[in-house]
C-alpha cells in the first residue's frame, strides 16, 4: 500500500476559510462592541445593524462548522507544526486554536439564545419592524455573550501575536502554513 506524502500546507479550503472567518469575526466584533453597544435601542438603523450583525454571526457560526470538518478531513495530510523551541508557547498555541473554536460556537449559541429569549427574530426578521426589546440587555445569555467577545478578542490577539512571533522571530515558516501556495 503506498503511503501518502504530507504536506506543509493546509488545504486551499481550509485557508480561505480561516481568513473569511477571521474577517468577519473582526466585523462582527467590532460592529457589536463599538456600534450596537453605543446605540440606544430606539435609534434609527439599530434594528438593520442587528440585522447584519445577526446574519454575520450566524454566518460565522455555519463557516466554523464547515472549517471544522474540512480541517478534521484534511489535517491528517498535512505536516505537524513545528516545535517552537518552547513546549510552553506550543501549548499555548494548541490552547488558543481550540479556544477560538469552543469560544466562537458559544457566541454563536449565546447570540441565538439572547435573540430567541428576548423576542428579537420577530423584530429583526418580522414583516412590522419595531424598536428592539428592552429584554435585549438584559437576558443572562446577553451577558454571556458580551464576556465571550472579550475572550475571543484576546485569543485573536494572543494568535496574531504567536503568529508574527513565529514568522519573524523563530522563521519556522509556520506563517505559509495557512497562506495559498504550492502544497
Given at each position: 500500500m503506498a503511503t501518502t506524502q504530507k504536506t506543509r500546507r493546509h488545504h486551499p479550503v481550509l485557508v480561505a476559510l480561516h481568513w473569511l472567518v477571521g474577517l468577519m469575526l473582526v466585523v462582527a466584533l467590532g460592529m457589536g462592541t463599538f456600534v450596537l453597544d453605543a446605540m440606544p435601542l430606539d435609534a434609527p438603523g439599530k434594528v438593520?445593524?442587528?440585522?447584519?450583525h445577526m446574519v454575520v454571526g450566524l454566518s460565522i457560526g455555519a463557516l466554523m462548522l464547515v472549517r471544522l470538518v474540512v480541517r478534521l478531513l484534511t489535517v491528517k495530510n498535512v505536516e505537524p507544526t513545528p516545535a517552537s523551541g518552547s513546549p510552553a508557547k506550543d501549548v499555548l498555541a494548541k490552547a488558543v486554536h481550540g479556544g477560538l473554536y469552543v469560544l466562537v460556537f458559544a457566541m454563536v449559541g449565546s447570540g441565538v439564545a439572547?435573540?430567541?429569549?428576548?423576542?428579537?427574530?420577530?423584530?429583526?426578521?418580522?414583516?412590522?419592524g419595531g424598536v428592539v426589546p428592552d429584554a435585549v440587555r438584559t437576558v443572562a445569555p446577553r451577558m454571556v455573550h458580551g464576556w465571550i467577545a472579550k475572550g475571543i478578542a484576546i485569543l485573536v490577539f494572543l494568535h496574531i501575536a504567536g503568529t508574527?512571533?513565529?514568522?519573524?522571530?523563530?522563521?519556522d515558516g509556520t506563517m505559509s502554513r495557512m497562506w495559498w501556495g504550492k502544497r
Open positions: 438593520d445593524a442587528l440585522r447584519g439572547t435573540s430567541v429569549l428576548s423576542g428579537l427574530p420577530d423584530v429583526v426578521f418580522g414583516p412590522a508574527l512571533m513565529r514568522h519573524f522571530v523563530n522563521k
